[in-house]
């Protein structure tokens, strides 16, 4: 079984930092893309950032140059460093990754965490 743990999620004032990590475990054989997704209050999910496994990075322009995702391949392990955080960004954070499991075939399948709320608020 493959599951991702997310954790650092918490409630911080406009202009504070957090840093999200997710943590793959199980039987993994190979992880590709990985990702950060949130889903605000009545808003559909959206993209946040997303590393390939060779550390090509892309960002939705609403975080850019706000946020900085980040991977420890030894660890399977993504992190995303949110700076300057805006009240928009309050949302529930969701990791997600492409995974390759043992004994799963030969194609990557996506797998989610189960979420982890961001708050910002004075």
Known sequence: ????????GGLVQP????MLSCAASGSIFSI???GWYR???EKQRELVAQITSAG???YAD??????????????NT?????NSLKPEDTAVYYCNAYIKAVGGGDFFQPYW????QVTVSS
Do not use: C, H, W
Not at 15 to 18: C, D, K, N, P, V
Not at 68 to 73: A, K, Q, V
Not at 113 to 116: E, K, L, S
């Open 1 to 8: 079984q493959v599951q991702l743990v997310e954790s650092g």
């Open 15 to 18: 202009g504070g930092s957090l």
């Open 32 to 34: 590709d893309t990985m």
């Open 39 to 41: 889903q605000g209050p």
């Open 56 to 58: 090509s990075t892309d």
């Open 62 to 75: 609403s975080v850019n140059r706000r946020f900085t995702i980040s991977r420890d391949n030894a660890k």
């Open 78 to 82: 993504v992190y995303l460093q949110m």
């Open 113 to 116: 965490g189960q979420g982890t």
